[in-house]
């Protein structure tokens, strides 16, 4: 079993900045995928960024320049650094494990996830 905890979450103004942790433990993440999720209300969860087991990295094109996913191993921690925040940014963010070493883009490619975290920005 793995638990994922997110936090760093919160509200912050367009253009801001904001950092998302999540801490894993049960299990080493470093021979899996990691990714970053969020949800809208009325909206489907959508992958934001992930990172392979091998150190690749995926952006959606909504956010490529703005965030960076990166993931300390030896920490069992996985991050989100969030810059140039919008409103439409405004989600809850899930961390989630990828059942395979390579990062999927779906939801059914990942196997466990976080309670998650509201992200809030004013316009």
């Known amino acids: 079993q793995v638990q994922l905890v997110e936090s760093g979450g919160g509200l912050v103004q367009a253009g801001g900045s904001l950092r998302l942790s999540c801490a894993a433990s049960?299990?080493?993440?470093?021979?899996?995928?990691m990714g970053w999720f969020r949800q809208a209300p009325g909206k489907e969860r959508e992958l934001v960024a992930a990172?392979?087991?091998?150190?690749?990295?995926y952006y959606a094109d909504s956010v490529k320049g703005r965030f960076t996913i990166s993931r300390d191993n030896a920490k069992n921690t996985l991050y989100l650094q969030m810059d140039s925040l919008k409103p439409e940014d405004t989600a809850v963010y899930y961390c989630?494990?990828?059942?395979?070493?390579?990062?999927?883009?779906?939801?059914?490619?990942?196997?466990?996830w976080g309670q998650g975290t509201q992200v809030t920005v004013s316009s």
């Open positions: 049960g299990r080493t993440i470093s021979t899996y995928a």
């Open positions: 989630a494990r990828g059942s395979r070493g390579i990062a999927g883009t779906r939801v059914s490619e990942y196997d466990y």
């Open positions: 990172a392979s087991s091998a150190g690749s990295t």
